[in-house]
């Protein structure tokens, strides 16, 4: 079973991506089951609409407060909150794991004492990492597509999978990240909080943009910004969009093996 | 005849501190090389630069020939090492853990795995972070051996290991060698070394101090000749005497070295009354604490 460096990395993965999947079960349910009460109740999108325009900034997603609505729900409640939280640390974790965790634990001297390349290595590791966030992200799909139409939210699963693709996308952004960084210094603390540090600043820098000028072009170096602004659930997917958010999960990842080469691993 | 490792110039910085410096040395098929020093020597560094885990600062390092750094992978499908900080994966089980160093290594199943774990009576199906250190070392030997590898780098390899295990560890590399496989051994037990190496080098603070063969250093090595008088004799009783040279004194305790025949000293002794005698062959730690000593006095 444990045949390639890439088998081996997403069975380490297994026991902690059973525990994501129960919790994205638990939580889809949950919100599932408060939407029909809120469906229809343009009070609510009144109360909203008095909110400080700082607040409005988190809670939006593609610039639509509507929540109401069953796309404005599932952008506000999902795709703006919990979803990148879950999905971006799930990267994170993974990507700070890859290199950097097996380095602090000591058990990469001895893969690397095996004749496989740190090119090799890296890439096997790399796919696995893509391999977790697409399968939790099409686990959440399943569900919300079942939930979308069990609850009447009347969004489809095209459109759907248009923003779960976009959220991949931004997860695997801090993913990559973390994962260039703990390739580049072997350090599993610094590439977490370097990469939640970054995600947390896109969606600061996306949120607040509204408020400022000069913020509303800062946020062109918010990965958040490229995956919301399109409003993928209700106009499908955007393709400038997603090939930014693809571009900077590439360039991040193709660094990363170039950075890893050229060094020495730490003794454990 | 290409050396199995070759050293040329090898020097390994980490930044200001020292690893190792300007070492050069070559190490024959067949045999068994004793990397001998004390913990912080680089030993270690030395095993690192030879799997390209780590890149020399300066200086060329060749295994078979090949390039450690531009011919890596070939290098570490023909090595096998045991690291002195031995980090395995824990939720594994030996078996497990085995296959998957035998999939890389592009065998199938556990490779020679299975017999070296029946060897070493090695349990398999319990996972790694319930076995005792010795049983860790034991997986750690068996995936280091179990692609039949032409070259052995094993760190402080008997660390954790009981005796009757030693003794098969021993047996182990007796074969290896008569097959005319290497063994690169680190440690810094001397006994150990004597025991098992053909060649030893001593390194010492990240330099070579010696290469020789282990036969030479104990032609090298004297008696170390212990003795207790009742009153002590005089300050130059043994002076002059053909081969003996006096190393010590602690009261009535006068402590000689001893090279070629016993007589004259024998003869000398028997001018005073003895009370005890003790000697001993030198073994190599008298000789390494020897050069350590020679050390510290030329330094002061």
Redesign the interface.
């Known amino acids: ?5 890439f088998a ?1 990395t997403l069975y ?1 993965r297994l026991r902690s991506f059973r525990w994501w999947c129960l919790g994205t079960l638990a939580f889809i349910a949950l919100y599932g089951s408060v939407f029909p009460s809120l469906h229809g109740k343009q009070s609510l999108n009144k109360l909203i609409e008095g909110y400080p325009q700082a607040l409005k900034g988190f809670v939006g997603f593609g610039g639509n407060l509507d929540i109401a609505s069953g796309a404005g729900y599932l952008g506000t409640e999902v795709f703006s909150f919990w979803g990148p939280i879950v999905l971006v640390a799930v990267a994170i974790a993974a990507g700070s794991a890859a290199i950097a965790g097996e380095e602090e ?3 990469l ?9 740190r090119t090799r290595c890296l890439l096997e590791k790399l796919a696995a990492l893509v391999c977790e966030v697409v399968a939790l992200a099409f686990v959440m799909w399943i569900l919300l597509v079942i939930v979308s139409s069990a609850a009447g939210m009347g969004v489809s699963a095209v459109n759907l999978a248009a923003a779960m693709l976009g959220l991949v996308l931004f997860a695997l952004d801090f993913g990559m990240l973390a994962f260039a960084i703990g390739a580049a210094t072997g350090r599993k603390a610094l590439a977490i909080g370097l990469s939640a540090t970054a995600a947390v600043i896109a969606d600061v820098l996306n949120a607040l943009a509204p408020l400022a000028s000069w913020l509303d072009s800062a946020r062109l170096v918010s990965p958040f910004y490229f995956y919301s602004h399109g409003d993928p659930l209700r106009h499908g997917i955007a393709g400038t969009d997603t090939l930014i958010l693809l571009a900077i999960a590439v360039v991040l990842g193709a660094l990363a093996p170039h950075l890893f080469r ?1 060094r ?2 730490s ?2 | 005849m290409t050396a199995v490792i070759r050293a040329e110039s090898l020097t390994k910085f980490y930044g200001e501190s020292r690893g190792v410096v300007d070492l050069g040395f070559e190490v024959e098929a067949g045999e068994v090389f004793g990397f001998l020093g004390p913990n912080g020597a680089g030993k270690t560094t030395t095993i690192r630069l030879m799997l390209d885990l780590i890149r020399p600062s300066s200086g060329r390092l060749k295994l078979f020939g090949l390039d450690v750094r531009k011919q890596s992978v070939a290098v570490r499908s023909r090595t096998g090492y045991l690291p002195g900080d031995l980090h395995l994966y824990e939720r594994l089980t030996p078996r497990e853990y085995l296959r998957y160093v035998a999939a890389l290594r592009g065998l199938d199943g556990l490779g020679d795995g299975e017999a070296l774990a029946e060897r070493f009576e090695l349990e398999l199906e319990r996972p790694i972070r319930a076995l005792s250190k010795g049983n860790r070392q034991k997986v750690g030997l068996v995936q280091a051996f179990l692609h039949h590898p032409d070259l052995l780098l094993l760190d402080e390899p008997t660390a954790g290991l009981d005796p009757l295990v030693q003794q098969t560890f021993n047996e182990l590399l007796r074969e290896v060698v008569t097959e005319g496989r290497t063994v690169f051994l680190s440690s810094h037990i001397l006994s150990e070394v004597q025991r098992l190496a053909d060649r030893v080098a001593i390194i010492r603070e990240g330099s070579l101090e010696l290469v020789e063969a282990v036969e030479t250093l104990r032609a090298r090595a004297f008696v170390r000749v212990e003795a207790t008088f009742g009153t002590p004799p005089p300050q130059e009783a043994f002076a002059g005497l053909p081969g003996v040279r006096e190393l010590e004194r602690r009261g009535p305790v006068v402590v000689l070295a001893l090279e070629g025949s016993a007589d004259p000293l024998i003869k000398a002794l028997a001018r005073y009354e003895v009370l005890a005698l003790d000697s001993h062959e030198a073994d190599l730690e008298d000789f390494f604490l020897a050069l350590y000593r020679k050390g510290k006095s030329d330094a002061e």
């Open positions: 079973m444990l045949s390639s460096v081996k380490d634990r000591g058990t001297d001895l893969l690397l004492s095996l004749p496989v390349s050229r020495d691993l003794t454990p």
